[in-house]
């Protein structure tokens, strides 16, 4: 029979015993065509490949687009980069370091920076930094830019200012909105289709540009009573945003915008893991689309974890880096599509990479992708299981091929392991021979597989091919005996 191998992403439960599921460095899709063999299979995440390398430190914000003539600018640590097609990295200017994410937005003629609640204007025409001074505009959190305004939320308060139209080193004393329709102060703040959504702790609330002495009034009818857990959670996705919500009641429950309402995309396995962090309010997330799929990307500093939500699916997985043996968030914090390539900036080094699924390893470092499958169990009578098999993509090695300690060429290995007691402890890793290249009729098959009640596999790789898993298939025997 079938067994469900791909039949879902990461749902780990409060109890294992209930639900043990993990998807890590894989993600679910679906066939669209009514032919394929397998109605889900699981392809492998992007690796990722060295594209430039900046000064040492942490990247904190990234803005390219086709406003800004195709132009791709990074800040890392205090520095603005400018990085060309071929990754040649040119300085653009000094900005305030914090540590904490940069908010950049952009017109076809200027850059908007808000960096350690300073802000910063590059005219893309001459590549000059302007310091915009504490008189006109200071502790700047967030910027956005909507009908030729730019918008700068304030730390710490329920204002947001309004520059001149085209013009973000001007901003009138009297273009400054306090936000009255709740008592919190604004978290966070996001455009989207020529709105603007500013979000408090619990409530949330809608403007647009209105053309009146004001310029943006408050959307009838948009208030929500949800608001932003993590100030640089929410990021734009599939014609909409995401965002990581909290409100009166709790919080830690990811919501997707539909009109003017959050509709929740966490489920409660990924709400128990979140909540479980001591902090949740330094998230930082970024969005991209990747052979048809929509990602938002989740990374907890506090948590060390990387959690994403892929919209073509509903299905969450999760990414990590392995570092010394142990698993760590991933290595992406920002991200920009640039170049055709998808580039992200490293969040403890200078080094951008290219993210894409023809890298079979994290710039050097070995991807460890795990798959925990559902539990095998019938009322909990014992059950024989004599074969499982994992209907791979087999003859994918690598030419010349792996070697072993002793130097002879080897094939890509699958390991599985297994527990009888609801994922508590588990067996010994038993290896598979996954074919060396051109051998696409070998199978991965593990027999005489013993007696049990309730039984979780997991399978897990990490020798650097395409680990692209269509099905599973158990023959067991049905379930008999007290």
């Not at 980069?81 to 653009?92: F, I, K, L, M, N």
């Not at 300073?118 to 930094?129: D, G, I, R, S």
């Not at 990581?244 to 919080?251: I, N, T, V």
Request: glycine residues 10%; hydrophobic residues 40%; aromatic residues 10%.
């Amino acid at each position: 029979m079938k067994h469900p191998l791909a039949m879902g992403g990461t749902y780990q439960s409060q109890s294992p015993l209930a639900s043990a599921d993990w998807t890590l460095n894989w993600y679910t899709e679906f066939m669209e065509s009514q032919a394929g063999k397998s109605k889900l299979v699981l392809y492998p995440t992007p690796g990722l490949s060295v594209f430039s390398t900046l000064k040492a430190g942490s990247a904190r914000g990234v803005r390219g687009s086709h406003e800004i003539n195709g132009r791709v600018f990074f800040v890392h640590e205090d520095t603005l980069w400018e990085v060309d097609s071929a990754g040649a990295a040119t300085d653009r200017g000094t900005v305030t370091e914090d540590t904490l994410p940069v908010s950049m937005a952009s017109s076809p003629q200027q850059l908007l920076i808000a960096s350690g609640g300073t802000a910063f204007v590059l005219t893309l025409a001459t590549n000059v930094l302007t310091t915009i001074a504490a008189a006109t505009l200071d502790n700047v959190k967030q910027v956005a830019y909507i009908d030729g305004f730019f918008l700068a939320l304030i730390k710490d308060s329920q204002t947001f200012r309004i520059s001149t139209v085209t013009d973000a080193t001007s901003w009138p004393g009297l273009q400054i909105i306090t936000v009255s329709v709740f008592e919190d102060n604004v978290v966070s703040m996001i455009a989207s289709h020529r709105e603007l959504w500013v979000m408090g702790g619990r409530n949330s609330v809608n403007y647009f540009d209105a053309g009146t002495a004001q310029i943006f009034e408050v959307t009838p009818g948009s208030i929500m009573e949800t608001g932003s857990g993590a100030a640089f959670s929410p990021t734009l996705v599939d014609n909409t945003f995401m965002w990581l919500g909290s409100d009166d009641r709790g919080a830690a429950i990811v919501y997707r915008l539909n009109g003017y309402t959050g509709i929740r995309v966490s489920n409660h396995a990924i709400e128990f893991a979140m909540q479980g962090y001591s902090t949740i309010s330094d998230a930082v997330s970024y969005s991209y689309q990747d052979q048809g799929h929509n990602f938002y990307v989740l990374w907890f500093p506090t948590g060390n974890a990387t959690w994403v939500y892929d919209v073509a699916t509903g299905l969450w997985h999760e990414r990590a880096f392995l570092r010394g043996g142990v698993f760590e968030a991933h290595l992406g914090r920002v991200h920009a599509f640039a170049f055709n390539k998808h580039l992200v900036g490293d969040r403890t080094s200078g080094v951008i990479y290219q993210m894409s699924i023809d890298n079979l390893d994290d710039a050097g470092s070995a991807i460890k992708r795990i798959r925990r499958f559902p539990h095998i169990s019938n009322e909990s009578k014992f059950q024989s299981h004599y074969k499982l098999q994992i209907d791979v993509e087999t003859g994918l090695g690598p030419s010349p091929p792996l070697l072993d300690g002793d130097g002879n060429a080897r094939d890509p290995q699958m390991m599985m392991r297994w527990s009888d007691d609801g994922g508590h402890r588990w067996s010994n890793e038993h290896i598979r021979d996954a074919g060396q290249i051109g051998e696409f009729r070998q199978r991965v098959i593990w027999r005489r597989l013993g007696r049990t009640r309730d039984r979780v596999y997991e399978l897990s790789v990490s020798d650097a091919i395409p680990w692209r898993i269509i099905d599973a298939y158990l023959e067991a025997q049905p379930g008999t005996g007290a």
